[in-house]
């Protein structure tokens, strides 16, 4: 922790996870983005539980999707696998276009919890917004890790052998 001088007292920690912070170096650029990963854990779960339920579902269920629960079981655990493989790009390159896919996604997904659009129910508690804001965090971050890493100067490469 630093110390301020000026008021006599330790500063204040920052709080990591707020999607609206100032992004000024490249190691915050980068814990941005993987930060927004999780946005993507959150998505996958979510999945994952979703298709554990449809497994186990033995009526017809009505979503505009399909009727037949091994049909939508399997769409979860395709969708589940999207959103792992989405986020482990986000969390090992910080690549803008999946940070994009995963913004994009936890916003209809937000959409979709709030209204019961897609599995028939309203969803409560703080997962969609902390799912929606982690996404913006990783978006950001992403974005400030391409302008970062452009503007870097290039490294010295290493001597031959």
Same mark, same amino acid.
């Given at each position: ?20 912070? #100032? ?59 999207t959103a792992v493989a989405l986020g482990f790009v986000v969390y090992r390159r910080g690549s803008v ?11 209809? #997904? ?22 929606l804001m982690v996404a913006v965090l990783g978006f950001r971050g992403a974005l400030a890790l391409r ?10 490469? #290493?001597?031959?052998?």
């Amino acid at each position: 922790m630093s110390w301020d001088p000026s008021l006599g007292r330790p500063l204040k920690r920052e709080w990591s996870w707020n999607p609206f912070q #100032e992004l000024p170096t490249v190691f915050r650029a980068r814990r941005a983005a993987r930060y927004g990963a999780m946005s993507a854990g959150v998505l996958a779960g979510v999945h994952a539980l979703y298709a554990l339920r449809y497994a186990y579902h033995r009526r017809p269920v009505n979503t505009w999707v399909s009727h037949d629960p091994a049909a939508l079981s399997c769409l979860d655990l395709a969708l589940c696998a999207t959103a792992v493989a989405l986020g482990f790009v986000v969390y090992r390159r910080g690549s803008v276009w999946a940070a994009t896919t995963v913004l994009l996604w936890a916003i209809i #997904e937000t959409q979709r919890w709030f209204t019961g659009a897609l599995y028939g129910h309203v969803a409560t508690g703080l997962l969609p917004y902390f799912s929606l804001m982690v996404a913006v965090l990783g978006f950001r971050g992403a974005l400030a890790l391409r302008r970062l890493s452009a503007s870097a100067p290039p490294a010295a490469s #290493e001597p031959p052998m």
